[in-house]
Nanobody, 128 residues
Framework: QVHLVESGGGLVQAGGSLRLSCAPS????????MAWFRQAPGKERDFVAG??????????YYADSVKGRFTISRDNAKNTMYLQMNSLKPEDTAVYYC???????????????????WGQGTQVTVSS
């Protein structure tokens, strides 16, 4: 497993932007598929966006709710993954978690069972 640290969360007004970062430890970052999930109060942890090991815009996938507004990317040389969030809405308010998995995962319950890892989460709050 890999240790993950998220950063970049905060409070923003509706229509604003934030960029989240996820920095795994170790030198095996390029071996993992990476993804972002989010969990709002009282709700399940849901998939947001994922990216393949090699990255690239053709190797990304998104939840319908964020398509066209969020962009996932990774820089394997810098050992960092990003989530650029534009046109934020109050319903985007949640704790955002990054995940590193050996295979593509879009179901939160499968991250750990696949041998993957979670970060500690970063709060994103969008005010109306």
């Amino acid at each position: 497993q890999v240790h993950l640290v998220e950063s970049g969360g905060g409070l923003v007004q509706a229509g604003g932007s934030l960029r989240l970062s996820c920095a795994p430890s170790g030198r095996t970052f390029g071996l993992y598929y990476m993804a972002w999930f989010r969990q709002a109060p009282g709700k399940e942890r849901d998939f947001v966006a994922g990216i393949s090991r090699n990255g690239g815009s053709t190797n990304t996938y998104y939840a319908d709710s964020v398509k066209g507004r969020f962009t996932i990317s990774r820089d394997n040389a810098k050992n960092t993954m990003y989530l650029q969030m534009n046109s934020l809405k109050p319903e985007d308010t949640a704790v955002y978690y990054c995940a590193a998995t050996p295979v593509p995962i879009t179901i939160a319950a499968m991250v750990t069972s696949s041998g993957g890892s979670w970060g500690q989460g970063t709060q994103v709050t969008v005010s109306s």
